[in-house]
């Protein structure tokens, strides 16, 4: 510790990053602590996180109050295994969740990331259709779905660049289309718009439905597939959908729950009570890793059995760490002391305010932004997508101005802590401008 050279040369030694091309990537910035929106460099400088430590921080960095969440329980109790055992942080966290989620999710099965609270969802609603003697082996999912890394949570996924490496190994899924308005999938303009993109999930529920475990949506945004915003009647469409065609529902809010888009739970949009809920990332306000999977009471019925084999028989060395248990609780109670909700709907003003500058310049093909979350699309390349040769410098180049971006190939965005103040917001759109101007 404190030994720049030493530790920085022991990463390069030893360490293979994630989603990184390890030959051709510059070195990591080596980070040193951080507080508030702020990460500050080994090498003294500033930068400002403004993709939230990769979508998890909304308190900021070294909050004092989550720091003293954190002390506290671990004074008193750091890990048990949950199986059989159970604590205070976790049972007031479920009690916590329910409070807050859309109504008709009462039970809470925690796990450690978003990847593996999808392959609980997924498991579940698999295994809640054999506990009711159908065998269901589809899920449908959409085109640029995201739901993690591991092989179930791929097998939902649909960003080539991403899963079309593994496809041979994946469950084949059924894919429908997502509502990319910007290229709409079935050719109508916003001014035509009956959301006819619906339409092949109709068609997939009407010929498989029988078969189908569950539909899986992350609800008004999908994040890693390109930050695609949705028109809400598309989300109430897909309710509408899988409760006529008499199948599940899995809303995948790893990345959208916890204020980003301006509610709660992106569901709330809707509303839309789904019949799987997966929380993790902003769970514990960025802090620990630590996810949950939320589920009605009807789905957890039908677990219950004289017959121990119908429970589910899933866990984690980690299920429901007590650490991140209790710093996700100080979290939400920062949601309600802090006023976190009505911090995040002023930003939508500002970025609202912001991106309409910025949607006229020459590079840009589109802006658009719900709640805290701006997203600026540039005019693809011939190749394109996740890949975008432009990516790597512009990450240079802002890393040179003092702010951390890490943009999805030509989908560049900005999702900042909830605390950002307006004078910072502004700064860093004033960045962003910058570098764009230079953008050909
Ligand atoms: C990030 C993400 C995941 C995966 O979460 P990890 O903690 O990275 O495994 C799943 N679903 C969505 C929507 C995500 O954004």
Redesign the pocket.
């Known amino acids: 510790m404190g030994d720049f050279g030493g530790w920085v040369s022991q990463d390069r030694k030893h360490v293979w990053h994630p989603f990184t091309q390890m030959q051709t990537a510059p070195p990591p910035v080596p980070i040193e602590r951080a507080r508030g929106i702020y990460l500050h460099t080994h090498d003294g400088r500033r930068l400002l996180d403004g993709i939230s430590s990769?979508?998890v921080n909304i308190h900021g960095h070294n909050h004092p109050r989550l720091n003293r969440a954190l002390e506290e329980q671990a004074s008193r109790l750091g890990h048990v295994l949950f199986a059989g055992c159970t604590h205070e942080p976790a049972a007031r966290l479920a009690s916590e969740l329910v409070r807050r989620a859309p109504a008709g999710l009462s039970r809470v099965f925690f796990s450690d990331?978003?990847?593996?609270?999808?392959e609980v969802a997924l498991k579940m609603s698999y295994q809640y259709w054999k506990n009711r003697g159908e065998t269901r082996d589809l899920f449908i999912s959409l085109k640029h779905?995201?739901?993690?890394?591991?092989l179930g949570?791929m097998g939902v996924g649909g960003v080539d660049a991403f899963h079309a490496q593994f496809a041979d190994l994946l469950v084949q899924q059924l894919q429908t289309h997502s509502p990319t308005c910007r290229t709409c999938p079935v050719g109508q303009t916003r001014a035509t718009c009956r959301i006819e993109c619906s339409g092949r999930l109709e068609d997939l529920l009407r010929e498989s439905g029988h078969r189908v475990a569950a539909v899986i949506v992350?609800p008004m945004v999908?994040?890693?597939g390109g930050m695609i915003i949705w028109p809400v009647e598309f989300l109430n469409l897909v309710r509408e959908l899988t409760r006529r065609h008499g199948t599940l529902l899995i809303a995948?809010?790893?990345?959208?729950g916890f204020g980003r888009t301006g509610k709660m739970f992106a569901c709330e949009h809707g509303p839309v009570t789904p019949d799987l809920m997966?929380l993790?990332?902003a769970l514990t306000g960025g802090y620990l890793?630590l996810?949950a999977t939320l589920v009605t009471e009807p789905l957890y019925q039908a677990f219950l059995s004289e017959d121990r084999g119908r429970g589910f028989l899933h866990g984690h060395s980690y299920t429901a760490n007590p650490l991140g248990c209790a710093v996700a609780l100080e979290s939400l109670a920062l949601f309600d002391q802090e006023r976190r909700l009505e911090r995040v709907a002023r930003l939508e003003e500002l970025f609202t305010e912001r991106l309409a500058r910025i949607a006229g310049m020459p590079a840009v093909a589109e802006v658009r932004g719900i709640g805290a979350l701006a997203v600026m699309e540039l005019h693809p390349e011939r190749e394109g997508g996740y890949l975008d040769s432009r990516s790597p410098r512009l990450i240079q180049a802002f890393l040179e101005k003092g702010l951390l971006l890490r943009p999805l190939g030509n989908v560049l965005y900005f999702l900042p802590p909830y605390v950002i103040e307006d004078g910072e917001a502004h700064r860093a759109f004033d960045v962003i401008e910058e570098v764009l101007a230079s953008v050909v």
């Open positions: 990769w979508w990331n978003g990847s593996t609270s999808v779905a995201y739901h993690g890394d591991t949570a992350e999908q994040g890693a995948d809010e790893v990345f959208t997966c993790s990332k890793p996810a």
